[in-house]
């Protein structure tokens, strides 16, 4: 099985990544999730995809 780190998990490129690991729970599991702003959705990531790390950046509140 391949853990996968995705970047960007609440844009639409990582929620089309998340769609392909939810197609294929066998192939794919989620390590970890890295995210800037929607923090519901990537609250309802989480739960989810139960990643051991999820990350949260906004880079404009720097």
Same mark, same amino acid.
């Given at each position: 099985?391949?853990?996968?780190?995705?970047?960007?998990?609440?844009?639409?490129?990582?929620?089309?990544?998340?769609? %392909?690991?939810?197609? =294929?729970?066998? #192939?794919?599991?989620?390590?970890? &999730? %890295?995210?800037?702003? =929607?923090?519901? #959705?990537?609250?309802?990531?989480? &739960?989810?995809?139960?990643?051991?790390?999820?990350?949260?950046?906004?880079?404009?509140?720097?």
């Amino acid at each position: 099985m391949k853990q996968l780190t995705v970047l960007g998990s609440t844009g639409s490129i990582g929620c089309s990544t998340l769609d %392909v690991v939810r197609h =294929n729970p066998g #192939r794919f599991s989620v390590a970890a &999730l %890295v995210a800037g702003k =929607n923090v519901d #959705r990537m609250v309802e990531q989480c &739960l989810e995809f139960t990643p051991r790390y999820a990350v949260m950046d906004d880079a404009q509140k720097r």
